[in-house]
């Protein structure tokens, strides 16, 4: 084996080729090769400076460490996307191409069957195949999704050099059969993928109210012990009271031939009846004024025992109105 050599690392693959028939695979590929090289070409990257692995339904490009890193990945980030779109104009629907593509440094090595190796071509390789890459190509609307490994974010994008939009990638942890993997994915991370975040990424989540399941925020006015005395009720505001209804005038209203007394009614020696005919009993008198001749301090008629009704009781009944033989009037 040839001692390990530093090289940039760009790794392409084609999203569901093996879904293809022959023919398609044999087309996309020729296809995929075209935009490599096309994107190559603008970025300024001669033939001579990169060496090239085919693997079937992806290609790795090796390019040599004089050409500036910042100056391939905004051929990846800009170019590539638009030689894309220009082959996918011109193809059917069976032969769209969209693609994941990997931005990745470190050192490798030729063995002597001519294949490339390295732990770093490894690492690349596992962000290339990683779920979440996936998931952000197929959740996103355009056919290009990039992901960068943490070497290239802490060398090169996040120094903010023209060209690379280093506040739109997002730190991820990758899933993969060495263990997790971190990351830099470009564009929002997939739905799916949330979980992967790296911790810290994103910002706190917010506390919970006191008492709160963390379902949903808890009651305005805490808990208190419900009827059971194990449940939680809530300790609203009570609902305001009903206004009381509209009270008649002061005076005596007989509404279809029954009393109904509203305001204040005066007995005693201010009374009297003028007009109309009276038939029965009628008693004037107050409650609770001075007793009148004849009667106890608690109201009863002298020589009856207190509690005792007599057909003299003047206080009105329960309900308001008169009972029979207290000042009825009679039929006309």
Same mark, same amino acid.
């Given at each position: 084996?040839?001692?390990? %050599?530093?090289?940039?690392?760009?790794?392409?693959?084609?999203?569901?080729?093996?879904?293809?028939?022959?023919?398609?695979q044999a087309f996309l590929r020729r296809m995929l090769y075209d935009v %490599?090289?096309?994107?190559?070409?603008?970025?300024?990257?001669?033939?001579?400076?990169?060496?090239?692995?085919?693997?079937?339904? @992806?290609?790795?490009?090796?390019?040599?460490?004089?050409? &500036?890193?910042?100056?391939?990945?905004?051929?990846?980030?800009?170019?590539?996307?638009?030689?894309?779109?220009?082959?996918?104009?011109?193809?059917?629907?069976?032969?769209?191409?969209?693609?994941?593509? %990997?931005?990745? @440094?470190?050192?490798?090595?030729?063995?002597?069957? =001519?294949?490339?190796?390295?732990?770093?071509?490894?690492? *690349?390789?596992?962000?290339?195949?990683?779920?979440?890459? +996936?998931?952000?190509?197929?959740?996103?609307? $355009?056919?290009?999704?990039?992901?960068?490994?943490?070497?290239?974010?802490? $060398?090169?994008?996040? !120094?903010?050099?023209?060209?690379?939009?280093?506040?739109?990638?997002?730190?991820?942890?990758? *899933?993969?059969?060495?263990?997790?993997?971190?990351?830099?994915?470009?564009? &929002?991370?997939? *739905?799916? #993928?949330?979980?992967?975040?790296?911790?810290?990424?994103?910002? &706190?989540?917010?506390?919970?109210?006191?008492?709160?399941?963390?379902?949903?925020? $808890?009651?305005? $006015?805490?808990?208190? *012990?419900?009827?059971?005395? =194990?449940?939680?009720?809530?300790t609203s505001a009570p609902a305001p009271a009903p206004a009381p209804a509209?009270?008649?005038?002061? =005076?005596? !209203?007989?509404?279809?031939?029954?009393p109904v007394f509203g305001g204040g009614l005066v007995m005693g020696n201010? !009374?009297?009846?003028?007009?109309?005919?009276?038939?029965?009993?009628?008693?004037?008198?107050?409650?609770?004024?001075?007793? +009148?001749?004849?009667?106890?301090?608690? #109201?009863?008629?002298?020589? !009856?025992?207190?509690?005792?009704?007599?057909?003299?009781?003047?206080?009105?009944?329960?309900?308001?109105?008169?009972? &029979?033989?207290?000042?009825?009037? #009679?039929?006309?």
């Open positions: 084996m040839n001692d390990p %050599v530093n090289r940039t690392m760009l790794l392409v693959d084609i999203e569901k080729f093996s879904d293809r028939d022959d023919v398609e %490599v090289d096309r994107t190559m070409e603008r970025a300024g990257i001669d033939e001579t400076l990169r060496l090239r692995a085919d693997q079937g339904d @992806s290609v790795m490009e090796f390019i040599d460490p004089n050409v &500036p890193v910042p100056q391939v990945l905004r051929s990846v980030i800009s170019e590539l996307p638009a030689q894309l779109k220009a082959v996918n104009r011109m193809a059917s629907s069976a032969a769209q191409m969209r693609l994941r593509t %990997v931005v990745a @440094s470190g050192f490798i090595a030729l063995d002597e069957r =001519g294949i490339w190796v390295g732990s770093d071509l490894n690492h *690349a390789c596992r962000l290339l195949d990683a779920d979440l890459l +996936r998931a952000a190509l197929r959740e996103r609307p $355009g056919d290009v999704a990039l992901c960068v490994s943490q070497s290239v974010w802490t $060398g090169i994008v996040r !120094h903010h050099h023209l060209g690379i939009p280093a506040e739109e990638f997002h730190e991820v942890t990758l *899933a993969s059969k060495n263990g997790p993997l971190p990351a830099w994915l470009l564009g &929002p991370v997939p *739905a799916s #993928g949330q979980a992967a975040v790296t911790p810290g990424a994103a910002g &706190p989540a917010p506390a919970p109210a006191p008492g709160a399941s963390g379902e949903r925020p $808890g009651p305005a $006015g805490g808990t208190e *012990a419900g009827p059971s005395g =194990g449940g939680s009720a809530s509209a009270q008649p005038p002061a =005076g005596i !209203h007989f509404t279809g031939g029954a201010q !009374h009297g009846v003028s007009g109309g005919r009276v038939d029965g009993d009628v008693v004037l008198g107050s409650v609770g004024g001075p007793p +009148r001749p004849g009667r106890t301090p608690n #109201g009863s008629a002298a020589g !009856h025992a207190p509690g005792v009704d007599t057909p003299e009781q003047d206080g009105p009944s329960p309900d308001g109105r008169q009972t &029979p033989g207290s000042g009825e009037a #009679g039929p006309r």
